[in-house]
């Protein structure tokens, strides 16, 4: 018998700013596009005609013979400058390029599992890459605990149904939607992996819940989708409502990508640097220890971050972080601070299809971010 379920971990002021901002969005269209302009610039050559007069004829022959000896010699200069140009630019994308694989390794992945064939084990990662990087933005919805909320409980808006949650999911599907992991995001940003056909979307899930594997899981595997687990450490056991070990692992076999929120859903900003190198840095080679996975998103807890808190997410090896803020995660935008939508209960599958639009124009996250 499971005892009392404790809520899900959020500051009350920031339920009721999403509750806020989740009326305001209503009916507002986010699609935006953007019309670029090329311009070219043609510089017209001109030809010059000089006479000179038969008693300076032998001056001309002999200027022109000149001329024609610098110009050879200005020609290989060009042609020299030219290639040494090319070989500087060659380098410099090989540079880039041997800079983007490595950070790759970095965290957990090789080049074979971004570009080769198959999935590597621990990785959600497969398919081959076209080299060309995707600019197609993606949404990412958070859930937190897909249960009905008890009499009582303190954050009702956390709570979705198993019913409702299925509803939208199924929703999502007959809108072209399909789910992907942020692995895999990266991979098409970086380097062109397909995300396959529709419209990519990431479904993840905060705290790590005992209901995200008994309830949301069965709803994706049914419609053949993956999903993003933010897991906490500590503070959430199996007899209180959470995942258990092998709970976790059989997200992993069913292709669910494994993240990390650190180990006690810890306000950062507020930690010194000891503890906040323990939530984050020591939290990730736990994971990617207990469960074997890369481990290569973080997600802040309760939103929560500055230049400080950023600045040890990267030093740490991740590959990026995700917040609470609205909006769609956008390939031109700081991977540190990628934008989530969080789905609240009693949301329609037609509300929640309709608030997903609403906000595909919304700007960059802020610089940080304290739940106000």
Excluded at 45 to 74: F, K, P, S
Aim: hydrophobic share 35%; proline share 7%.
């Amino acid at each position: 018998m499971l005892g009392p379920v404790p809520p899900p971990q959020v500051d009350p002021p920031e339920e009721i700013r999403v509750r806020r901002e989740a009326a305001r969005r209503a009916g507002r269209n986010g699609d935006r596009s953007e019309i670029g302009q090329r311009r070219r610039r043609v510089s017209p050559g001109l030809g010059r005609r000089h006479r000179y007069q038969a008693t300076g004829l032998l001056l001309a022959v002999l200027v022109v013979a000149v001329g024609v000896v610098l110009l050879g010699n200005l020609g290989k200069s060009s042609a020299g400058s030219s290639a040494a140009n090319t070989q500087i630019a060659a380098s410099h994308t090989r540079a880039t390029r041997a800079a983007g694989d490595s950070r790759l390794g970095a965290n957990g992945q090789t080049n074979a599992q971004t570009r080769g064939t198959t999935t590597t084990s621990g990785t959600t990662l497969s398919g081959k890459g076209t080299g060309r990087p995707g600019q197609a933005a993606v949404p990412i919805l958070m859930y937190h605990v897909i249960a009905a909320p008890p009499a009582g409980a303190p954050f009702p808006g956390l709570y979705v149904v198993p019913s409702e949650f299925a509803a939208q999911m199924e929703a999502l599907k007959r809108a072209g939607w399909h789910a992907v992991t942020l692995d895999q995001v990266q991979a098409y940003w970086q380097h062109g992996v397909s995300l396959g056909a529709g419209k990519p979307i990431v479904v993840s899930f905060d705290n790590g819940y005992q209901s995200q594997y008994t309830q949301a899981l069965p709803v994706l595997r049914r419609l053949g989708w993956v999903a993003d687990e933010n897991l906490q450490l500590t503070g959430l056991p199996p007899s209180q409502g959470g995942l258990s070990q092998t709970q976790v692992k059989g997200l992993v076999a069913a292709g669910w990508e494994l993240d990390t929120q650190g180990f006690s859903h810890a306000d950062l900003i507020t930690l010194d640097s000891e503890q906040l190198h323990y939530q984050v840095a020591v939290a990730r080679s736990t994971v990617q220890q207990r469960y074997g996975v890369p481990v290569n998103w973080f997600c802040y807890p309760s939103g929560h971050y500055d230049s400080t808190v950023i600045a040890a997410v990267e030093a740490a090896g991740y590959t990026g972080s995700t917040t609470v803020v609205p909006g769609w995660a956008h390939p031109g935008e700081d991977r540190f601070r990628l934008h989530r939508l969080r789905v609240l209960g009693e949301t329609s599958p037609e509300a929640l299809l309709s608030e997903i639009g609403s906000i595909r124009g919304d700007p960059a996250a802020p610089s940080s971010y304290n739940g106000t």
